[in-house]
């Protein structure tokens, strides 16, 4: 008899009786929370994320330290209506999405597909939204320090949020075909906790940026 190549499988004459088995087939295809990859993958974007929003508060800040006038003159403050508009539109997103990932953990087809339209639609009007915000900023981005300090923090945001609007859109086409499947409700889930991120991360930006000016 030729001897096995190690990629050959081992006959059942010639297995060991002390080979043990386990069965998988009892285990969940779909799981929730820290027990998922796609969780961990979500929280680590996160995490780099929330560090460049930071590194740009960062500068924010020590421009403000070594300046005598904040905004500078002739600099005016930035308006406060867009801005707080759109703060109130993230927040508001955050109930559409919060119902999408309890419907998600229900395996709800129908409830998934509804609140995925409302929450893409929000999150779309605050990307409008936000091209009135870096209006309001009342300052180019070449002006000064001032200005390239507020429309670093602005900016990038705004690419997390437009990132956050076509994975959203992505997310919900799918959900609208026949190829959805179970692991796309844990993706809703990592979705929702996405999109809390980005709305206490603009809360904050918006207290540093357009009230700051006010108080700083």
């Known amino acids: 008899m030729s001897p096995l190549s190690p990629l050959s499988p081992v006959p059942p004459d010639r297995r060991s009786p002390d080979r043990l088995t386990i069965d998988v087939s009892v285990l969940p295809d779909t799981v ?33 330290t070594n300046a005598a006038e904040w905004p500078p003159r002739p600099t005016a403050n930035p308006d406060l209506l867009i801005p ?20 998600a953990k229900r395996f709800d ?8 339209v409302i929450g893409s639609a929000v999150g779309l009007l605050a990307l409008v939204l936000r091209w009135f915000d870096l209006q309001a900023l009342n300052v180019r981005w070449d002006t000064n320090a001032y200005g390239s300090g507020v429309w670093l923090a602005l900016v990038a945001h705004t690419s997390l949020m437009a990132t956050d609007v076509l ?35 603009w809360l904050l930006l918006y207290l540093l940026v357009f009230l700051g000016p006010r108080v700083l």
Not at 89 to 101: D, M, T, W
Not at 169 to 192: G, N, W, Y
């Open 32 to 64: 929730f929370g820290h027990r998922g990859l796609v969780w961990w993958g979500t929280v680590g974007f996160m995490a780099i994320e929330g560090t460049t929003l930071a590194i740009a508060a960062a500068a924010y800040l020590y421009l403000r």
């Open 109 to 116: 087809l129908a409830g998934v597909r509804r609140w995925l």
């Open 84 to 103: 707080t508009i759109t703060l109130a539109v993230l927040l508001l997103k955050l109930i559409p999405y919060g119902l999408a990932e309890r419907a």
């Open 167 to 201: 994975e959203s859109a992505v997310l919900t086409a799918i959900f609208f075909t026949d190829r959805v499947q179970p692991r796309h409700f844990s993706d809703v889930e990592d979705t929702a906790i996405y999109e809390r991120f980005l709305s206490v991360a």
